[in-house]
């Protein structure tokens, strides 16, 4: 059947947008579908602000359709029996969807694809997760070397845009949502609350489009290399939501990178970040079991419910530590230096296991990639493909003397610690001897818990050798 003839089902996922998208970029006759995933929503909780971001962008993504003459029909179930659902009614010849490689997204396309013929487009990441391989065919598990032969192999064509075809719609009953599960019924709303939640509000900057964002990181670009590190700074550029979801592509962002560097600004340095999300997205497509499993070292944490409870709740009684965790309670987001001192603390100071730290990052972070949360936990943990040595530990004063001096950052998620001498949060000794009123103290010493921790991992290390 020539392909301009061919009745397809477009599933928007990651990519929820009009513009740049290979999904658009087929002729013929159309339903563009999005489905809020039962499987994934039910382990959520009902304030996830997630959710609110997606209906937000859902809303603009219907509009933006239906000014091409298309529109988006919403669905709430498990994807598989979406589809049965609508084969029962309807003939298509293919489902489209931009490629998404975590254990649980393969699965669930290997399932749909016994139904009808799958069409898998690149979209979501730069490059196929088997595209940046060794010479051997093997995958890269340092990161370094994989970077290198992504300078090589990088082409203009990794940044190709794509333009929309001439399509037509689908009939389709294409108002509210429709909700299958157990038994078919229809809600009339298009609202968060009709599929039972109430989500967080978004920050100003969180409804702020891509191009608004990009606008204000062009400037913050320039120095990224140096003040990314520095929180207070507020220098990187919140695009992750944004990339996580697809109402940017990466392409788009890649061109914006092309013309920034032609106009002299220094773009590695944020190339190079953009790289380290290929990566861990490769490796967790070739090694699932990281999702769960270490990938080296016989190590798994503590399992103390005190530490983890205090860690969760901002009351550790570490300054940098509690506002990072205020941060990502209270917004969603966390910047990654704070992410990377967050997770070592928990990992080597607090000796809980990695996994309980990147369920609680799943749960709160706006910008949530599984491949990236957890090859970063693991990373942290020194257990991972390209891991931080196991006998590393960030030390969290050094850390808020080097890049939180003046404690900008600590006073804005802690208030109430707005009048304490900056010096005295970036010094252990002086936080112990001080009066704190309204504040915890530190439920570990740096040294005794660094010391604690690297005898835990050299007796795991004799006891399995």
């Known amino acids: 059947m020539p392909e301009n003839k061919k009745r397809r089902i ?147 064509e990794h940044m190709q845009e794509y333009l929309p075809a001439r399509q037509s719609l689908c009939p389709f009953d294409y108002d509210g949502i429709h909700h299958i599960r157990d038994s078919y019924h229809h809600i009339s709303s298009v609202s968060a609350e009709a599929i039972g939640f109430n989500p967080l509000s978004l920050s100003d900057f969180q409804q702020c489009s891509p191009r608004d964002k990009l606008r204000s990181f062009a400037s913050a670009l320039k120095t990224y290399s140096t003040d990314r590190d520095y929180p207070a700074l507020n220098a990187t550029s919140h695009l992750g939501v944004d990339l996580r979801f697809g109402t940017l592509s990466i392409r788009a962002l890649l061109r914006w990178l092309r013309d920034q560097k032609t106009q002299g600004v220094d773009t590695e340095p944020y190339f190079r970040q953009l790289i380290f999300r290929e990566f861990y997205a490769m490796l967790l497509y070739h090694f699932p079991h990281l999702s769960y499993q270490n990938f080296r070292y016989p190590f798994h944490g503590v399992e103390n419910q005190e530490y983890f409870k205090a860690y969760c709740t901002a009351s550790t009684g570490v300054p940098i530590i509690d506002a990072g965790i205020r941060e990502l309670l209270e917004t969603g987001e966390m910047p990654n230096r704070i992410r990377m001192i967050c997770a070592s603390f928990f990992t080597k100071n607090l000796l809980l296991p990695w996994q309980w730290g990147e369920a609680f990052f799943a749960r709160h972070l706006i910008d949530y990639d599984a491949a990236s949360n957890i090859l970063s936990w693991q990373w942290s943990s020194g257990t991972g493909v390209d891991p931080q040595p196991y006998f590393r530990v960030f030390n969290p004063y050094v850390q808020t003397k080097k890049f939180d001096t003046k404690g900008a950052y600590i006073r804005k998620w802690l208030p109430h610690l707005d009048h304490i001498d900056p010096k005295i949060l970036s010094d252990e000794r002086k936080i112990f001897d001080s009066s704190l009123p309204h504040y915890p103290r530190a439920i570990v010493r740096y040294k005794n818990s660094t010391d604690e921790a690297i005898n835990y991992f050299n007796a795991c290390l004799k006891q399995f050798s």
């Open 10 to 156: 477009l599933w928007f996922r990651r990519d929820l947008r009009t513009e740049d998208n290979p999904l658009l970029s087929f002729e013929g006759e159309v339903l563009p579908i999005f489905i809020f995933d039962s499987e994934i929503l039910d382990s959520l909780e009902r304030n996830d602000r997630r959710v609110g971001f997606i209906f937000q962008t859902l809303v603009k993504l219907k509009t933006e359709l239906q000014q091409k003459g298309l529109n988006l029909a919403l669905f709430y179930g498990k994807p598989v029996d979406v589809f049965r659902w609508l084969l029962a009614g309807e003939s298509y010849d293919e489902v489209c969807a931009s490629g998404d490689y975590d254990p649980y997204a393969i699965e669930r396309d290997r399932e749909i694809s016994h139904l009808l013929p799958f069409r898998l487009l690149q979209d979501t990441y730069i490059f196929r997760p088997d595209e940046v391989l060794k010479n051997d065919g093997n995958p890269y598990l340092v990161f370094t070397p994989f970077y290198n032969q992504v300078k090589k192999i990088f082409r203009p």
